[in-house]
């Protein structure tokens, strides 16, 4: 793992975009994934502002889903697809060659979970995966206890998750299910960037990359990775 602490939030999206960008410099067909959430907002809006500066360019990428709420797609409030539209997506001047967004809304969500993982077979593995870490150590949706053998898949949320998920959804919503690549599809990407920014998530990151590997904290997992960027700011790295 190579470890970077920046100064504060702007300098660690600022590396995590850079980062992202370099992976497409090597290999202009690259698969990539970003989360959503609040963490990855500026390193998204940084890789836009890349693109459309032509420092990089993703005419020949593709981009695809890490997670979803099951339930949701991606016109709804809250959801990863309307983050990844809005905030990256929709910000492009040049667009990815293709991308594969995914519906948690889909009628058939075990469809959907198998064309997320007919779409990684058949473009993959990923060249780079940029992950956030949620308060329970989760990758995407892999939630504490999950089997790291696994590809896309669906799965009951922690309660730690749907605590923290009031702060997209406030009393609107209640998910009880996500949609995820798996681990196994993580493990398999050709560099991973881990990002995190913040105090309250100093305690888990801790566990993560010092404690030991293990499925009840899933980002430990990214001990193993042979090509691991961990990208943080100072008060994040208040434990290592
Ligand atoms: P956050 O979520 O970026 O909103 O903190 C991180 C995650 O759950 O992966």
Redo the contacts with the bound molecule.
């Keep these: 793992m190579i470890l970077t602490i920046c100064k504060d939030y702007e300098e660690m999206s600022r590396k995590a975009a850079s980062l992202a960008a370099e992976s497409i410099h090597e290999n202009p067909s690259a698969l990539v994934s970003f989360?959503g959430?609040?963490?990855?907002l500026g390193m998204v809006h940084a890789f836009a502002d890349m693109v459309n500066t032509g420092e990089v360019d993703i005419s020949k990428a593709r981009y695809v889903s890490l997670d979803e709420w099951v339930g949701l797609s991606d016109k709804d409030e809250g959801s990863c697809g309307l983050f990844n539209r809005t905030e990256l997506l929709g910000r492009l001047q040049k667009p990815f060659l293709d991308t594969h967004i995914l519906n948690g809304a889909a009628a058939d969500i075990e469809t959907e979970r198998k064309a997320l993982d007919a779409y990684i077979a058949q473009y993959g593995p990923l060249d780079v995966s940029v992950?956030?870490?949620?308060m329970n150590g989760?990758?995407?949706f892999n939630e504490d206890g999950v089997d790291f053998s696994l590809n896309a898949h669906i799965i009951p949320l922690s309660e730690t998750?749907k605590t923290?998920m009031t702060?997209y959804f406030g009393e609107k919503f209640h998910p009880e299910y996500g949609i995820s690549q798996g681990i196994a599809q993580i493990m398999a990407a050709k560099k991973v960037i881990l990002i995190a920014n913040g105090a309250h998530?100093a305690e888990i990151l801790e566990k993560a990359l010092r404690g030991e590997v293990t499925n009840r904290v899933p980002a430990s997992v990214l001990q193993n990775h042979p090509n691991c960027y961990v990208v943080v700011d100072e008060a994040a790295a208040a434990r290592l």
Aim: aromatic share 0%; glycine share 24%.
């Design positions: 989360p959430g609040d963490t990855p992950l956030g870490i949620g989760h990758l995407g998750t923290v702060k998530k």
